[in-house]
């Protein structure tokens, strides 16, 4: 049997996670189990690049993310769920790729982060060796593939550059040059229309209540020019119907869209239908949330057992890292030893 192709991918410890995170990535890491031998991890230290002044609601957000992503469907017994942290070789590596990563490569700001972090300092040398750590949490496992949405995948370019040039310097072929996969990732708006975003406010997460997912479908922006009931409406600009086509059967779908073109429905009606469809969406999930929040030791072994089926594996890559550098102490001595007869 061929050995299956490695997927990594990663997700900064923000918390709670929220629509926009479940089908942006969460879903498709979810698909992808059966088909990859899969390393999730909850990047930590990545969170540390910019909380670094204050780290104390770290470890509580990737345990936030975490519960959602096992109740959301990622399986431990599938795939090896793990904490950055929890895989110190990450540091040895950064810290070798480092060495070999030229400055006029590093990528000066990712846009992204910038936009999403706001009002903190990061001309730090942490967030400057931000690709590095992030090319390495993908090639230590050797990993084939990351999945990514289609506008993320030049990301990886850098990461490919930085493994070539390992490759390149040391003769050796310790890393695959990870590939983007490319995952559906559908628009998931906000409440208030623009991206969902946690720093926006404006997102439903997985763990809400029936009676906050009402409270915000009662906030979401309709169709600006359907004032009156009576004045039939345009389905296809207004924000909760974008969540009709994310979590509702399609034949609900359709009827919405007619009845709101007919002034059929009034939008204070398809927000309570909507709440009430989100709210099934969502209910095996929240349910098994609290079963994991019942049941905290298992989660805790859950991730000491995914981060040491990690370390099985960067623990390979690293021999094979220090071999290629010419580390390996112990075979630089046994030749040593040859030459002196
Ligand atoms: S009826 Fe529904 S789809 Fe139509 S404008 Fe109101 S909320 Fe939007």
């Not at 994310?246 to 002034?263: K, M």
């Not at 209910?283 to 049941?295: G, K, T, V």
Request: contains cysteine; hydrophobic residues 40%; aromatic residues 10%.
């Amino acid at each position: 049997m061929t050995e299956q192709k490695i997927v990594l991918s990663g997700m900064r410890s923000t918390g709670k996670i929220h629509l926009g995170n479940y089908f942006g990535a969460l879903k498709n890491w979810i698909d992808l189990q059966d088909r990859y031998r899969c390393y999730y991890f909850a990047a930590d230290w990545h969170a540390l690049t910019s909380d670094y002044a204050d780290p104390s609601q770290i470890a509580q957000n990737t345990i936030e993310m975490v519960i959602d992503w096992i109740a959301a469907g990622l399986d431990p017994e599938r795939s090896t769920i793990f904490i950055q942290s929890m895989v110190p070789d990450h540091a040895e590596l950064q810290l070798l790729m480092s060495m070999i990563t030229p400055l006029g490569w590093r990528v000066p700001t990712y846009k992204e982060q910038i936009q999403q972090i706001e009002n903190k300092d990061l001309a730090t040398y942490g967030f400057l060796g931000y690709p590095v750590l992030q090319t390495v949490d993908i090639a230590i496992y050797r990993a084939h593939f990351v999945p990514v949405g289609e506008d993320q995948a030049s990301h990886l370019e850098i990461s490919r550059e930085i493994v070539r040039r390992f490759n390149y310097l040391y003769k050796a072929e310790v890393f695959p040059e990870p590939q983007a996969l490319f995952t559906p990732t559908p628009k998931v708006p906000g409440v208030d229309g623009r991206k969902m975003s946690k720093s926006y406010n404006n997102a439903i997460n997985l763990s809400d209540s029936p009676e906050v997912i009402l409270q915000k479908c009662k906030q979401m922006f309709t169709d600006p020019q359907r004032l009156k009931r009576s004045d039939p409406g345009r389905p296809e600009v207004c924000n909760l119907y974008d969540f009709h086509k994310l979590v509702s059967p399609l034949e609900i779908q359709e009827r919405v869209a007619f009845q709101c073109r007919a002034a059929e429905i009034g939008c204070v009606d398809d927000k309570k239908l909507l709440a009430q469809i989100l709210t099934d969406f969502l209910e095996p999930i929240r349910r098994r949330r609290e079963e994991l929040l019942r049941d905290r030791a298992t989660v805790y072994d859950i991730l000491v057992e995914g981060s040491r089926k990690a370390r099985e594996r960067t623990a390979e890559t690293m021999d094979a890292v220090r071999s290629a550098m010419g580390l390996d102490y112990r075979k630089v001595l046994e030749k040593m030893e040859t030459v002196a007869g």
